[in-house]
């Protein structure tokens, strides 16, 4: 039988993870998302077929844990939706018991396709990090980009992320991938960001879109459109660009008080400089940094540039 653990895999959004997939050996999954980088499966289920005892999981995870130092971040996947494995409950139980000796969180990444189902909230609740996924606040367009199972619909998804935000004690985040002639128009994007802002609870808000092959022809959007993209939603969400720095094209000049003006209405990472702006750009970021007119601040554990105190209210 195939290891459900596999890595350490180095990520920027959460530090040194190491992965356990819950269904190693089949994709089964409630979504049938366009996107998808595991292949099309139009045959969704709401339930794993022939789970993998949790005891064995757990043996694989303290034996990889002894094996690999200094791991951030333990991280619950499948080989499509990890909420459909009928043992998580208890098999997060035991990862709590001992975890402390490790000095790691555990992270659970889920299509918040059963998230409103209450014996999966009671499991979520005892991860220490959770990623929902939302593509779509609209019916149509989430019926469209994610395919869900019959019986699965947007209200119910969102009114579930509501209802566990307003219980849960952990960092939440929330994924958006981004597909041209899909979701990614104003109107789908004012609606995301209506109800982002009823959550009481909001680690970060990672958006993003498809760099692997996908499951159908879909087209993905590039960088500088997810930088507009980032600046509809309200400034005071805590938005992450996912998408990997483009290294080809010309890229564009700020001057010193463009840039700190765009970074006044927006804050940047560093990696949303070198992917947007050439070098004499991030020169003028390191002379803003000396001038003390932008500082460091730590937002949904990434670094971003951000104006200095005395100049926030300053007209630029």
Excluded at 75 to 82: I, K
């Amino acid at each position: 039988m195939i290891s459900t653990v596999f890595g350490p895999i180095n990520s920027r959004r959460f530090g040194t993870s190491l992965g356990v997939d819950l269904s190693p050996n089949l994709k089964q999954c409630n979504f049938d998302c366009l996107y998808c980088e595991l292949g099309g499966e139009r045959h969704r289920v709401n339930h794993q077929v022939d789970p993998i005892v949790s005891s064995k999981i757990l043996v694989e995870i303290e034996d990889s844990l002894k094996k690999f130092k200094d791991v951030d971040v333990l991280t619950f996947t499948a080989n499509g939706e990890p909420t459909l494995y009928s043992d998580l409950d208890n098999l997060i139980i035991r990862v709590n018991r001992i975890k402390s000796q490790y000095g790691i969180k555990t992270l659970i990444l889920s299509n918040s396709g059963n998230i409103w189902f209450p014996e999966i909230k009671k499991s979520l609740l005892k991860f220490d990090k959770v990623k929902l996924s939302l593509d779509c606040a609209t019916e149509d367009c989430f019926q469209k980009m994610d395919r869900p199972m019959k019986g699965i619909d947007v209200e119910a998804i969102k009114n579930g992320i509501l209802d566990f935000s307003r219980e849960y004690r952990g960092e939440l985040y929330i994924e958006i991938l981004f597909l041209e002639n899909i979701n990614a128009n104003e109107a789908e994007i004012a609606e995301l960001n209506r109800f982002l802002l009823t959550l009481p609870k909001l680690f970060r808000v990672d958006i993003g879109t498809v760099e692997r092959p996908p499951a159908y022809d879909v087209q993905p959007v590039n960088y500088s459109k997810l930088f507009r993209i980032s600046h509809l939603f309200d400034s005071s969400l805590p938005i992450l660009i996912t998408k990997h720095q483009e290294k080809k094209g010309v890229k564009n000049h700020l001057t010193k008080s463009e840039l700190l003006h765009t970074i006044k209405l927006r804050p940047l990472t560093h990696y949303d400089i070198a992917s947007l702006f050439d070098l004499a750009t991030g020169e003028n970021l390191n002379l803003l940094i000396a001038e003390k007119m932008i500082e460091t601040k730590v937002v949904g554990g990434i670094e971003f540039y951000i104006p200095t105190h005395h100049i926030k209210d300053r007209i630029l």
